[in-house]
């Protein structure tokens, strides 16, 4: 049972990349799903959820119409579209799984390793 996030990089701002995570198990198919960033010194915070179904999402106002959430059950994968990207946008990205409707990340308990996104000026 894992979460395996990728596709950060480096990327000018205005820019756009789409971050997947890659879930095994059956576990996931029936769990909401979230993203959180980690900025240097800061928090780690809430950006993006999708329900178990892929039929509802809810963002940060931070990144609301920049972002978007998706799931393909096929796949098992969560992705996370980040167009027109910032500099606040810079952190690392964590994707992760709860059986809560929550942007509390305390209520998630499975986590995948971060994917790095750094954007420039």
């Known amino acids: 049972v894992q979460l395996q996030a990728s596709g950060g990089g480096l990327v000018q701002a205005g820019g756009s990349l789409r971050l997947s995570c890659a879930t095994s198990?059956?576990?996931?198919?029936?769990?909401?799903m979230g993203w959180f960033r980690q900025a240097p010194g800061k928090e780690r915070e809430f950006v993006a959820r999708v329900s178990w179904s892929g039929e509802s999402t809810y963002y940060a106002d931070s990144v609301q119409g920049r972002f978007t959430i998706s799931r393909d059950k096929a796949k098992n994968t969560v992705y996370l579209q980040m167009n027109d990207l910032t500099p606040d946008d810079t952190a690392v990205y964590y994707c992760?799984?709860?059986?809560?409707?929550?942007?509390?990340?305390?209520?998630?308990?499975?986590w995948g390793r971060g994917t790095l996104v750094t954007v420039s000026s």
């Open positions: 198990g059956r576990t996931f198919s029936s769990r909401n």
């Open positions: 992760a799984a709860s059986t809560r409707w929550t942007t509390d990340r305390f209520q998630y308990d499975y």
